[in-house]
């Protein structure tokens, strides 16, 4: 195993997590961390033009060399580096703008909300799918109210619809993992509840309030006051976990009125 990775190789279950992008042939698809290539094979049957981003320089020249030994690299650009260094939409888009891209891939459990963010830098893929850890996925899609719901859920549901799609033993991998993971579907909502200027803002923002989970609201959120808070309609006695993501937005938007 090379940086942090488990390989998944079981036919079915790379063929659910492409079918989950809804692949369109000749669409271009990045996809992150290919490993030894098993999706990538997948991905390139059902005719996409894959972009391979692999930080493992050996396992990136072996994916480059199998492919130019069997004359099909016209399909595939395998890109050597870091995935959170490089800028993705300067990337090589084959036939496609990457104006209309997708992305896909088995993700590090330790650089999940790195990746994810970005990934949802504008402009905005038309997808992403993503294999992460169990406990990551329930966090990201949890409705607001319960113990799971908090700064990564409102994050991204304010941009994306979020769908748990499975789980995957950690059978299905090699080396197995010590966790269970499940794959994770994003979509671009057509309206975002906030503007690519202000994902960043309101991510500092929720994560603030929710650094102060178990206060109420006039002590979760920075600089409120009870009076303030009320003036926007909100009960200053409510806790930030009962907060809607759409709240969230109207919060940090009115933040200069508490």
């Known amino acids: 195993m090379r940086l942090g990775q488990h390989f998944l190789s079981d036919p079915g279950i790379l063929g659910r997590i492409a079918d989950a992008l809804d692949p369109v042939p000749g669409e271009t698809v990045i996809e992150i961390g290919p490993g030894k290539g098993t999706l990538t094979e997948i991905l390139l049957a059902r005719g996409l033009m894959v972009i391979a981003v692999e930080k493992d320089r050996a396992l990136a020249e072996e994916l480059r060399a199998r492919y130019a030994v069997?004359?099909?690299?016209e399909n595939l650009t395998v890109i050597a580096g870091d995935a959170l260094r490089l800028d993705w939409h300067r990337f090589p888009?084959?036939?496609?703008?990457?104006?209309?891209?997708?992305?896909?891939?088995n993700i590090p459990y330790y650089i999940t909300s790195p990746l994810l963010e970005k990934a949802m830098e504008p402009p905005l893929p038309a997808r992403i799918v993503f294999l992460?850890?169990?406990e990551v996925a329930d966090r990201i899609a949890a409705p607001p109210g319960g113990k799971t719901y908090g700064a990564l859920s409102v994050g991204v549901q304010a941009v994306c619809r979020v769908e748990r799609l499975f789980t995957?033993?950690?059978?299905?991998?090699?080396?197995?993992?010590k966790v269970r993971s499940a794959l994770l579907r994003l979509t671009p909502l057509a309206e975002p509840l906030v503007a690519p200027a202000e994902a960043k803002a309101l991510r500092?923002?929720?994560?603030a309030c929710f650094s102060r989970r178990r206060k109420q609201l006039h002590n979760a959120v920075p600089g409120a006051t009870a009076e303030g808070l009320r003036a926007l309609g909100f009960d200053p006695r409510a806790r930030p976990e009962t907060l809607a993501p759409r709240d969230f937005v109207?919060?940090?938007?009115?933040s200069a009125q508490l």
């Open 70 to 73: 069997r004359g099909e690299r």
């Open 93 to 105: 888009a084959h036939r496609a703008p990457l104006t209309a891209h997708k992305i896909i891939g």
């Open 168 to 177: 995957v033993a950690p059978g299905a991998f090699r080396p197995p993992p």
């Open 132 to 134: 992460v850890q169990a």
């Open 204 to 207: 500092a923002f929720v994560t």
């Open 250 to 254: 109207r919060l940090l938007r009115g």
